[in-house]
């Protein structure tokens, strides 16, 4: 029966209704707790009884509220009224696919914008192992904005139940009762595998979408019969007519794409849809389907990182088949870019370089973990030869072939690492060690000299000759590189630890620093151009959207090559070919919550990372560092029971007050602002920031009144300061050369780490400092625990990742659990942890990064 407009359901109001189908009636409802309408999907109560449609129903609000993407539509609260289930969703305004397409075939832009959309809300539902089994123009939902949502999870299946220890679904095949072995779907949008009743994966959702975007481009179903027996078998064995045929303005590039997608065997389709999306982002951000140049998109900033293992040679392949089609007229010469797969497994790659012949790649990369080694591949060889060397990372190849390199190289962030510089010749013996604490060296182009990036007493240094410092500052250095000249350094300037914003610089030999481009909110990778007049560097709001920037001495800032997924160049041959990554990174959010038995993945975008739980575990703080939000990010809070995402403002969040209302946050700026971010109702405030200009962290005192803000200015080292909320500057506590502290659950005590990355415990009250036992300086020191008898820490270079207890009367070290995926390739930093104070619950971020080094021909 219909739900009468005025009637309750639970918390809310029925408005009015939206439409019915298998699934059940959606009616527009009003939730008056949050004054917002939603949509409210009702199984009737004359079907509750049925056991099968009431587990799809359940199984449906399951799949969508483990979801949070810009193209899934938002699941937020399910419950049950006078024995009828509902699901409760955000209220969309538009019309779906369907409805569009009644006006027949789509210009090609268009089609490509909306199907990279659904490749992104795929490639995320595939992520959390749920797969959609029933994609098809119904339900796909275009809002009035032009974006597209994926609609009813009700299909969907959940490939590995939470907690599995298997890929083997713990769900059984659903069926339709009238034809045993035929797995649910629809008609015409179905996968071989689904019309013979076996087992659909995440490649049977690719086929869908290849028979939905091939409708978009056609304005005709790719399969249909007179019967539905004539339907299943055209797709079984028959082919759509050619997109050509039908639509001549559609690129050879894309019809490769949906032909790869409607491939019968579900081996030959696309292996995932971060590598549909890749293609597709091909397309949209270089050429329109005519031939006719696009303007570069800079700042266009993808919803997703879209790489993935296995397809790195066919998304270069079509890239590349692509600009060669383009005409002569296209924009600056892309149509001569050509790109050439050198690895075939999507792995961790720190540093590549070309040997002297120019043919030899040497580069260093991780096979598991972060643990890196040194590999060769030769022209006539294709498989990577490794050197043999464990723990080694690649810094720079001479001129007369010797390998400049780190031993005992320990991971640090990025493609960083720390160790003992060595030489070694490139064919071979044992590497000399030459300088403990080394970050990263250059060869000068003799052969003979190497300049060097080091921290000593808490400054990066630049040096060349090695002792000689030619620049250094209180942020880091990285990717030095001299000139072809040997006469100037160019390298990397970063304002803040270990955050990839930052300047391009170039450094005489007598110390005289130019900057010749800012602002980047990432930026790594770099080269000399091949006659030497600029500076190459890939750069721009995400990895996945890095530009190559070509920079003169004089600071003219031109893209030498526009977004092609992500390219991080590391070296220039002396013919002019490129060598460069196209990388994935990812920083994914784990979440034990209030009760659960397994870790959920409650990643927001791609750069999540968490920074506090609620007592109880139930809130989590955490900040997205996504490119989305430009270069000052985004605070956020999120129920840990998979609640949607609440952006409290711009910065990067520092902690949670005791009573949870207040988060504190940090907004990089010049000088850096304090701010104090409500939770629930209130306004934001800013603190007096006083003669602080960078924050290195910021904690709450237990009595919710003060903060304990760790940073620096222009004229000191780092130290910390108490501060009162309620109003005053900052009253320093520790002294010079002290940063990033915590204060224990009383108040009296902060833990505090020196220059050197050792911890001392300072009386908060003023008084003598001691030391901290029990901890090394390669430490991760995140929380106390409740009694304030100890605190959490990780060792931020071992993966998987030990949560540790660490006793501060007897320097005592216990395991509270151990910190990893199943699978540890491309697991490169366990980073962050924080612990509930009923220590029930805890979260964590994992940095995972997988990349593919490719030779770049043409591009100039």
């Not at 059940?24 to 009884?49: H, N, Q």
């Not at 990033?740 to 050792?758: F, N, R």
């Not at 993966?799 to 659990?817: H, T």
Request: aromatic share 8%; charged share 25%.
């Amino acid at each position: 029966m219909a739900l009468p407009a005025g009637s309750k359901l639970g918390p809310y109001e029925i408005l009015a209704p939206i439409g019915a189908g298998g699934m059940g009636e959606v009616y527009r409802a009003r939730d008056e707790r949050l004054k917002r309408d939603v949509a409210i999907k009702v199984l009737p109560a004359s079907f509750a009884g049925d056991a099968d449609r009431l587990r799809r129903f359940e199984q449906e609000a399951q799949a969508a509220g483990a979801l949070n993407h810009p193209n899934i539509t938002a699941v937020f609260d399910v419950g049950h009224e006078g024995g009828a289930p509902y699901v409760v969703s955000e209220l969309l305004e538009g019309e779906s696919l369907r409805t569009v397409l009644s006006g027949g075939k789509l210009p090609p832009r268009r089609a490509i914008d909306y199907a990279l959309q659904v490749a992104h809300g795929l490639a995320a539902a595939h992520e959390k192992g749920i797969i959609h089994r029933d994609l098809k123009p119904e339900n796909l939902f275009v809002l009035n904005d032009g974006r597209v949502k994926i609609l009813d999870f009700g299909l969907a299946k959940l490939m590995q139940s939470e907690g599995a220890g298997s890929n083997v679904t713990s769900l059984p095949t659903e069926t339709r009762g009238t034809e045993p072995g035929v797995v649910l779907g629809t008609l015409g949008y179905m996968s071989p595998e689904q019309v013979k009743g076996k087992p659909a994966d995440a490649r049977s959702d690719i086929f869908s979408f290849g028979a939905i975007l091939y409708e978009m481009l056609t304005g005709a179903r790719a399969f249909r019969g007179e019967s539905a027996a004539e339907t299943m078998s055209a797709i079984l064995r028959e082919e759509p007519p050619d997109l050509s045929v039908t639509n001549r303005s559609v690129s050879p590039g894309l019809e490769r794409i949906v032909r790869h997608c409607l491939e019968k065997s579900p081996e030959r389709r696309f292996h995932s849809a971060h590598d549909l999306a890749f293609d597709l982002e091909s397309l949209s951000s270089v050429s329109t389907p005519s031939g006719t140049a696009a303007p570069a998109a800079r700042g266009k900033i993808p919803r997703w990182t879209m790489l993935a293992a296995g397809a790195a040679l066919l998304a270069a392949v079509a890239l590349a088949s692509f600009l060669a089609g383009r005409t002569a007229g296209a924009a600056r010469g892309l149509s001569s870019v050509r790109f050439k797969a050198l690895t075939y497994r999507s792995l961790p790659i720190f540093r590549a370089l070309f040997a002297p012949d120019g043919r030899t790649v040497v580069f260093s990369q991780a096979r598991e973990g972060n643990r890196s080694e040194i590999f060769t591949r030769a022209p006539e060889y294709p498989e990577p030869r490794p050197l043999g060397v464990p723990d080694a990372q690649l810094l720079s190849v001479s001129s007369k072939g010797e390998l400049a390199l780190l031993t005992h190289a320990t991971y640090i962030h990025h493609r960083l690492f720390k160790g003992t510089l060595a030489r070694m010749p490139l064919g071979g013996t044992a590497p000399r060690e030459v300088l403990d604490g080394v970050r990263e060296a250059d060869w000068h182009p003799d052969g003979e000299g190497l300049a060097i990036i080091r921290e000593v007493d808490g400054r990066d240094r630049l040096e060349y000759p090695i002792g000689k410092v030619l620049y250094s500052t209180a942020g880091y250095l990285s990717d030095p590189r001299f000139s072809r000249a040997g006469d100037r350094i160019a390298f990397l300037e970063h304002p803040f630890r270990w955050d990839d914003r930052g300047n391009v610089a170039v450094v005489d030999l007598s110390g005289k620093k130019t900057t010749l481009a800012g602002g980047y909110w990432g930026v790594e990778g770099m080269a000399w151009s091949r006659d030497g007049r600029e500076v190459l560097v890939s750069a721009g709001p995400g990895y996945s959207s890095f530009e190559v920037h070509a920079l003169t001495l004089s600071g003219k800032d031109r893209v030498a090559l526009p977004n092609a997924g992500g390219l991080t160049i590391f070296d220039v041959a002396p013919d002019g070919r490129w060598l460069g990554a196209r990388e994935d990174v990812k920083y994914r959010l784990m979440v034990l919550p209030p009760g659960a038995a397994a870790e959920r993945d409650l990643s927001w975008l791609d750069g999540s990372y968490a920074v506090a739980l609620t007592p109880q575990g139930g809130t989590l703080l955490f900040s997205e560092f996504s490119g989305a939000f430009g270069n000052n990010y985004a605070v956020c809070v999120r129920k840990t029971d998979g609640s949607p995402v609440v952006r409290l403002g711009e910065g990067w969040a520092a902690d949670l007050s005791p009573d949870g209302l207040w988060a504190l946050a940090v907004v990089p700026s010049s000088p850096d602002r304090l701010m104090l971010y409500p939770t629930g109702p209130g306004e934001a405030r800013s603190l007096e920031s006083g003669d602080i200009r960078e924050y290195a962290s910021a904690k709450w005192f237990p009595d919710g009144k003060r903060v304990l803000v760790c940073g620096t200015n222009s004229s000191r080292a780092s130290r910390c300061y108490t501060q009162e909320i309620s109003g005053g500057a900052p009253r320093p506590v520790t002294p010079e050369g002290t940063r990033s502290g915590l204060v224990s659950p009383d108040g009296k005590l902060l833990l505090v780490q020196g220059t050197h990355d050792e911890y001392e415990l300072f009386p908060s009250a003023g008084g003598e400092p001691r030391k901290a036992p029990g901890l090394k300086p390669t430490d991760v020191v995140f929380e106390w625990s409740a009694d304030g008898r100890s605190v959490f820490e990780i060792p931020s270079t071992e993966v998987p990742g030990r949560l540790e207890r660490v006793d501060l009367a007897s320097g005592g070290r216990d395991l509270f659990r151990s910190l990893a995926p199943a699978d540890l390739v491309g697991v490169v930093r366990i980073y962050q942890a924080v612990v509930a104070a009923d220590e029930k619950s805890y979260a964590y971020s994992e940095v995972v990064r997988r990349d593919d080094l490719f030779l770049v021909e043409g591009a100039r």
